[in-house]
């Protein structure tokens, strides 16, 4: 490549300024939702799902349920300010008794910085053969997380009698009878 000559502005980066910027990065994204709790116990949800896989990537069920959740006010805040990433979609899955295709979703790289770089937690991936072998096997189920966030809003109440879920908003005679329309048992006791 030959001798660096003065002047260049290569000469005047280094790797501790990369890294820098790149955690600056991060540290901005995230306080475009810091000041949205809902949107960081989403976060922080899918954030633990992928250290307890050591991948920045997983996969999600392609169904409607799964939709409705992506379209929730949360998922739509880490999509817009650019914290969950959709790499691939229509993928087949690796476990036969999955019926649905999967769409591959990434963590954003300067957001978890840390946890690559320092701590080691999280691999990321970068070539197709392990979102082959590996991240479809890492079904992440987001339901369970807007699930939560609803009953602590008190938009929806599960059944005490069958544990379906009763959206208090929109089932309001059943809520008001405390009859379910699912099993015909209370849904709260008194």
Not at 37 to 55: G, R
Not at 89 to 95: E, Y
């Amino acid at each position: 490549m030959g001798q660096l000559r003065p002047g260049r502005p290569y000469q005047y980066i280094s790797e501790n300024m990369v890294n820098a910027a790149i955690k600056n990065d991060g540290e901005k994204k995230m306080s475009n939702i810091n000041n949205s709790p809902e949107t960081l116990k989403v976060w922080h949800d899918l954030e633990t799902f992928c250290v307890l896989k050591h991948s920045s990537h997983f996969a999600m069920e392609e169904n409607r349920d799964n939709i409705d959740c992506l379209s929730s006010t949360e998922f739509s805040n880490l999509i817009y300010h650019r914290l969950l990433h959709l790499r691939k979609s229509h993928v087949p899955a690796k476990d036969i008794s999955v019926e649905n295709k999967l769409s591959i979703y990434a963590l954003n790289y300067s957001s978890t910085y840390d946890l690559h770089s320092k701590q080691k937690k999280l691999l990321f991936v970068k070539d197709y053969s392990t979102i082959h072998d590996k991240v479809r096997r890492y079904i992440y189920d987001p339901t369970q997380v807007i699930n939560r966030l609803q009953i602590q809003a008190g938009e929806i109440f599960p059944c005490a009698s069958c544990g379906e879920k009763i959206i208090i908003g929109k089932m309001v005679a059943a809520w008001e009878t405390n009859s379910c329309p699912f099993c015909g048992g209370k849904i709260h006791v008194d």
